[in-house]
Each structure stands twice: as C-alpha cells, then as structure tokens.
C-alpha cells in the first residue's frame, strides 16, 4: 500500500469467518487500525494474528481524534477504521471522520462485509426490493411514537434498530 488510504472495514457480526480475505489483508497491511473500541477489537485482531497498532474511535472522541488521524495520513499512512461488529458508519461512529478524510483530500476505500440490516432483510422473507433504514429509534416513548408516526404511511419495508437490554436477578 503506497498511496495513504483510509480503509472503512465491515467486520464480523458474531462469526469469525465472515471476515472477508481482503479485509484480513488490508488490516495486516495498514499502518494503523482506528477501532470503536480497542478491546473489541483487539480480540478479533489476536484471531487472525494481526499485529498492527491500534487507537480508540468512538462516539465520544471521534472529533479529537481526526487531527492524528490526519497527521498519520500526510506522512503516507494507510490507516482501517473498524467498528465492534459490522460496517462503521452504520449506526456507529465514523461519520465526522471520514467527511473530514475526503474534505483534507484523502482516499477513502470501503472493504464491503457484514452488515446486520442487510443481513437481517435478506432472511426476514420481508419485501427487499424497496426499504427505508432508519437506524436506533429514540429512546424515550414520546419521542418514539413521534418517529414512528412520521412512517406510518410508507409501503417500503422499514428496518430499524433496536438495543435489547436484558435484566437478571442474579
């Protein structure tokens, strides 16, 4: 990899081996590896014996982070933004990044994989020809309602994310 390029990298979902050859390539190739969290990652990153340095790229940071992101690009870097399970960006940070990425002028490359809407649509028998990705619904119930009211009238299918949290009494 000679040009700097920042590689935007699906990731498996729950199996291992959805992690595509190339993606497997790409991340043992890059000079550094921007993960929504380190930890995640870094286990997935021990499975295929990838032993490139990482830093942090979440929600909370992701704006501090593009200036060193930027550095390591101007110095030739290739760099692979991965999130905790799926595509980053897809209801999961990356956004601000890779504007900021294509507005400085730099490459950005997809490295397609997994993506749990479209793997959930493709095994729900539901309509796929024409459907509306929405992402998380707000959390509170009237702020919900309010949303969901906007789509009532839509013949598209429509998926939406949803956060299960589940209790225990242990």
Same mark, same amino acid.
């Given at each position: /990899?000679?040009?700097? %390029?920042?590689?935007v990298i ?15 390539r790409?991340?043992?190739?890059v000079?550094?590896i921007?993960? $929504?969290?380190?930890?995640? *990652?870094? !286990?997935? /990153? ?6 490139v340095? /990482? ?6 940071? $992701?704006?501090?982070?593009i $200036? ?5 690009l101007?110095?030739?870097? *290739?760099?692979?933004?991965?999130s ?8 999961d ?8 990425v294509?507005?400085a002028?730099? !490459? ?6 997994c993506?749990?809407?479209?793997a959930?649509l493709?095994a *729900?028998?539901l309509?796929?020809?024409? @459907? /509306?990705?929405?992402? @998380? ?6 702020? !919900? ?6 789509? %009532?009238? $839509?013949t598209s299918?429509l998926?939406f994310y949803? *956060? &299960?949290?589940?209790?225990? &009494? %242990?």
């Open positions: /990899m000679s040009d700097p %390029v920042l590689y699906a990731t498996p979902i729950g199996n291992l081996g959805d992690l595509s050859e190339r993606a497997i790409v991340l043992s190739q000079d550094l921007a993960a $929504e969290d380190t930890r995640h *990652s870094g !286990r997935l /990153m021990a499975h295929f014996n990838i032993k340095p /990482m830093i942090s790229v979440h929600d909370h940071n $992701e704006s501090q982070r $200036e060193l992101i930027l550095k390591h101007a110095k030739g870097h *290739s760099i692979a933004l991965v905790d399970a799926g595509t980053p960006l897809i209801s940070p990356g956004y601000i990044l890779v504007r900021s294509r507005e002028g730099y !490459r950005v490359s997809p490295v397609p994989g993506c749990a809407f479209i959930a493709s *729900s028998g309509p796929s020809d024409r @459907f /509306m990705f929405y992402g @998380f619904l707000p959390a509170k119930r009237v702020s !919900r309602v309010r949303t969901l009211n906007q789509w %009532v009238d $839509e299918t998926i949803e *956060s &299960t949290i589940v209790y225990s &009494t %242990v």
